[in-house]
């Protein structure tokens, strides 16, 4: 085991060592469904990367980028990936971030494995069960590591879709904080995207900053399709909203272009890293604007029995801060409980924010449901997750199947919130 502090007073590097029951993973469980395999190679280093705003930059890169290569599957395929360690000297993971992987393949190190080291390897293999937009990152000290430029992009397409779903152009746009360059796509500058007019297009938004990003679309409505790569039912056209991808977070849009003119999305929070879509004259800039929220947002699914069942655990986690720590219940992650709950179990966990920034909550190896928001049930689609966001005062109540058996981190997604003391356990009893 090897230890990497100093990080301040909570020496969190992910849980190196700290696992609190002292229960591990089991042995790789992915079950064969009969789609193909597909492998990667992926090797860490120091790099030297020149970026295109002129600063120079000592990243930690995968096949020598950052970010590293974008990985794309097809539901249902068995994932194999090969992960090298040339020299950092830190030790490092993968991380699938909103797959649901056996624990074993969850790259947390100190709990799901330990960190990779100099010379060393380690090979993950899980299936890629449900598509979507997710991401991987490094989990060994990820507040550090994810800066130097240890993540990605991981797509799984649906299995059916190219013949059957209109065809949608598609756009990846990754953000990522490398050193103190924000970058979309490892580029300082905005994304231009030749489209034509007419034609539809799906855009891919991943937030790998540790701050809330707004984002918002001049020149046509749009759709929200998917959060955190889920498909929403029957999302509306929006028009003139606002709409915050809290960090951890994805949000794919539907976009028609129009006619004439082309399309702007444009992150309000660094308008320099804006995106353009097609050609033709500039849109006129909505100015009133409401934050978009997805609590009335698509319609419910018919039948849903969910949301009257009797969850078997209930859980209450207030996320806040003390003197030098981000707490939650008003402890920094050693003194934390874990959640314990037994396998099958519906579990209910009440997130409650209790001061000390946005707090998107992040909860490993299963996708949770919302149910509510400030005491309110859901009025539209239903909304699944892995990253729930937190503003200011606002509570939610979230559901999730326990089927995913291990001992599995649930966090906040400001990694420095995280390394913090924002960080626990749940742990199959
Ligand atoms: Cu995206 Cu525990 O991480
Ligand atoms: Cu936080």
Same mark, same amino acid.
């Given at each position: 085991?090897?230890?990497?502090?100093?990080?301040?007073?909570?020496?969190?590097?992910?849980?190196?060592?700290?696992?609190?029951?002292?229960?591990?993973?089991?042995?790789?469980?992915?079950?064969?469904?009969?789609?193909?395999?597909?492998?990667?190679?992926?090797?860490?280093?120091?790099?030297?990367?020149?970026?295109?705003?002129?600063?120079?930059?000592?990243?930690?890169?995968?096949?020598?980028?950052?970010?590293?290569?974008?990985?794309?599957?097809?539901?249902?395929?068995?994932?194999?990936?090969? =992960?090298?360690?040339?020299?950092?000297?830190?030790?490092?993971?993968?991380?699938?971030?909103?797959?649901? +992987?056996?624990?074993?393949?969850?790259?947390?190190?100190?709990?799901?494995?330990?960190?990779?080291?100099?010379?060393?390897?380690?090979?993950?293999?899980?299936?890629?069960?449900?598509?979507?937009?997710?991401?991987?990152?490094?989990?060994?000290?990820?507040?550090?590591?994810?800066? #130097?430029?240890?993540?990605?992009?991981?797509?799984?397409?649906?299995?059916?879709?190219?013949?059957?779903?209109?065809?949608?152009?598609?756009?990846?746009?990754?953000?990522?904080?490398?050193?103190?360059?924000?970058?979309?796509?490892?580029?300082? #500058?905005?994304?231009? @995207?030749?489209?034509?007019?007419? $034609? %539809?297009?799906?855009?891919?938004?991943?937030?790998?900053?540790?701050?809330?990003?707004?984002?918002?679309?001049?020149?046509?409505?749009?759709? !929200?399709?998917?959060?955190?790569?889920?498909?929403?039912?029957?999302?509306?056209?929006?028009?003139?909203?606002? @709409?915050? @991808?809290?960090?951890?977070?994805?949000?794919?849009?539907? *976009?028609?272009?129009?006619?004439?003119?082309? +399309?702007?999305?444009?992150?309000?929070?660094?308008?320099?890293?804006?995106?353009? =879509?097609?050609?033709?004259?500039?849109? $006129?800039?909505?100015?009133?604007?409401?934050?978009?929220?997805?609590?009335?947002?698509?319609?419910?699914?018919?039948?849903?029995? =969910?949301?009257?069942?009797?969850?078997?655990?209930?859980?209450?986690? #207030?996320?806040?801060?003390?003197?030098?720590?981000?707490? !939650?219940?008003?402890?920094?992650?050693? $003194?934390?409980?874990?959640?314990?709950?037994?396998?099958?179990?519906?579990?209910? *966990?009440?997130? @409650?924010?209790?001061?000390?920034?946005?707090?998107?909550?992040?909860?490993?190896?299963?996708?949770?449901?919302?149910?509510?928001?400030?005491?309110?049930?859901?009025?539209?689609?239903? !909304?699944?997750?892995?990253?729930?966001?937190?503003?200011?005062?606002?509570?939610?109540? +979230? %559901?999730?199947?326990?089927?995913?058996?291990?001992?599995?981190?649930?966090?906040?997604?400001?990694?420095?919130?995280?390394?913090?003391?924002?960080?626990?356990?749940?742990?199959?009893?």
């Amino acid at each position: 085991a090897h230890h990497e502090h100093g990080l301040g007073s909570v020496s969190h590097t992910d849980l190196h060592d700290h696992s609190p029951t002292g229960v591990s993973c089991e042995a790789i469980t992915a079950k064969e469904t009969g789609g193909p395999t597909r492998s990667f190679d992926m090797t860490a280093a120091r790099t030297t990367l020149q970026l295109d705003n002129g600063q120079t930059v000592e990243a930690w890169t995968f096949n020598g980028s950052a970010p590293g290569p974008e990985l794309r599957v097809i539901e249902g395929d068995r994932v194999v990936v090969t =992960l090298h360690n040339k020299d950092i000297k830190e030790g490092i993971t993968l991380h699938w971030h909103g797959i649901n +992987v056996p624990c074993s393949q969850d790259g947390v190190a100190g709990v799901t494995q330990d960190a990779v080291h100099p010379g060393e390897q380690f090979t993950y293999t899980f299936i890629a069960s449900a598509p979507g937009t997710y991401w991987y990152h490094s989990h060994q000290m990820s507040s550090v590591q994810a800066k #130097k430029g240890l993540l990605g992009s991981i797509i799984v397409e649906p299995r059916e879709s190219a013949a059957t779903l209109s065809p949608a152009k598609e756009v990846n746009a990754l953000y990522q904080r490398l050193d103190s360059s924000l970058l979309l796509n490892g580029s300082s #500058k905005g994304l231009d @995207v030749p489209a034509q007019a007419g $034609e %539809q297009v799906r855009l891919r938004l991943t937030n790998g900053d540790n701050e809330t990003m707004n984002f918002s679309v001049d020149g046509a409505p749009f759709q !929200i399709i998917a959060m955190d790569g889920r498909d929403l039912h029957e999302p509306g056209l929006l028009k003139d909203v606002t @709409v915050p @991808v809290g960090a951890g977070g994805r949000y794919d849009l539907l *976009i028609r272009l129009p006619e004439s003119g082309k +399309v702007i999305v444009r992150n309000q929070s660094f308008e320099g890293l804006s995106m353009t =879509l097609g050609s033709g004259s500039m849109p $006129e800039r909505a100015d009133a604007r409401t934050m978009f929220s997805f609590a009335e947002y698509g319609t419910p699914q018919e039948g849903d029995p =969910l949301p009257t069942l009797k969850p078997d655990r209930n859980f209450v986690l #207030k996320l806040g801060q003390s003197l030098f720590v981000k707490t !939650i219940n008003g402890h920094a992650f050693h $003194e934390i409980p874990p959640m314990s709950v037994k396998e099958g179990e519906l579990v209910s *966990i009440t997130l @409650v924010h209790e001061g000390g920034g946005d707090h998107p909550f992040h909860i490993h190896g299963h996708t949770f449901r919302v149910m509510s928001r400030n005491g309110l049930p859901l009025k539209g689609s239903p !909304i699944y997750l892995d990253t729930l966001l937190l503003k200011n005062g606002e509570s939610y109540e +979230v %559901q999730l199947k326990a089927d995913n058996p291990g001992l599995w981190m649930a966090h906040c997604h400001n990694l420095g919130h995280a390394s913090l003391g924002m960080t626990m356990m749940m742990n199959y009893e």
